[in-house]
Nanobody, 116 residues
Framework: EVQLVQSGAELRNPGASVKVSCKAL????????IDWVRQAPGQGLEWMGR????????KYARNFQDRVTFAADTSTNTAYVELTSLRIEDTAVYYC?????????WGQGTQVTVSV
């Protein structure tokens, strides 16, 4: 069974950084891209970009090119997103997702709250 298990909620001050993990279970980690998506309160889903765990190739959405870094560790089958210089408006639920042969799979989401 394919599962994506994310790390727990985070609380940060503006200007800080946060790193969210996404552990892949039940499939060969290098087989599929990992996408990162976020949803701010009252807003729709916003695609942040993706990483190919096979070669760590990345694609970033234009809004996130300067402050976001994706990584993938094939020794632990875990993908990461790091967001720096956090702003209040980065408060959101962050999701990892993958599209496999049997369908789309999502992590449970990680709440990131940026507050003074």
């Amino acid at each position: 069974e394919v599962q994506l298990v994310q790390s727990g909620a985070e609380l940060r001050n503006p200007g800080a950084s946060v790193k969210v993990s996404c552990k892949a279970l039940g499939y060969i980690f290098t087989s599929y891209y990992i996408d990162w998506v976020r949803q701010a309160p009252g807003q729709g889903l916003e695609w942040m970009g993706r990483i190919d765990p096979e070669n760590n190739g990345t694609k970033y959405a234009r809004n996130f090119q300067d402050r976001v870094t994706f990584a993938a560790d094939t020794s632990t089958n875990t993908a990461y997103v790091e967001l720096t210089s956090l702003r209040i408006e980065d408060t959101a639920v962050y999701y990892c997702a993958t599209r496999g042969n049997s369908g789309d799979y999502w992590g449970q989401g990680t709440q990131v709250t940026v507050s003074v």
